[in-house]
Nanobody
Framework: EVQLVESGGGLVQAGASLRLSCAAS????????IGWFRQAPGKEREGVAC????????VYADSVTGRFSMISDNAKNTVYLQMDSLKPEDTAVYYC????????????????WGQGTMVTVSS
């Protein structure tokens, strides 16, 4: 069974850092494009970052470039989202997802999703 499990969310103050984890089971992350997405209350789900070990590329949304980084640990079959200099507008439920395609920030192209982890950034 394919499964993605996110963890690491929480409540932090603006300027702080958090590291989210996405642990995969039932498939190997190296064979898929992995994306991080977020959805704030009342807003559509948006792509934050995506990566592909096979393609050797990582793409970031403009809103997080320079503050967020994706890190892959293939031995643990886990992908991390390191989030630095957090802002109140980063508050959202964060999801990881997997797709058998090139890395993309388009949510509809992803087949497998985790349950999400909440990140709240206070001002």
């Amino acid at each position: 069974e394919v499964q993605l499990v996110e963890s690491g969310g929480g409540l932090v103050q603006a300027g702080a850092s958090l590291r989210l984890s996405c642990a995969a089971s039932g498939f190997s992350l190296v064979d898929y494009a992995i994306g991080w997405f977020r959805q704030a209350p009342g807003k559509e789900r948006e792509g934050v970052a995506c990566t592909s070990s096979e393609e050797g590329t990582t793409v970031y949304a403009d809103s997080v470039t320079g503050r967020f980084s994706m890190i892959s640990d293939n031995a643990k079959n886990t992908v991390y989202l390191q989030m630095d200099s957090l802002k109140p507008e980063d508050t959202a439920v964060y999801y990881c997802a997997a797709a058998p395609t090139i890395p993309t920030l388009v949510p509809d192209l992803y087949d497998y999703w985790g349950q999400g982890t909440m990140v709240t950034v206070s001002s």
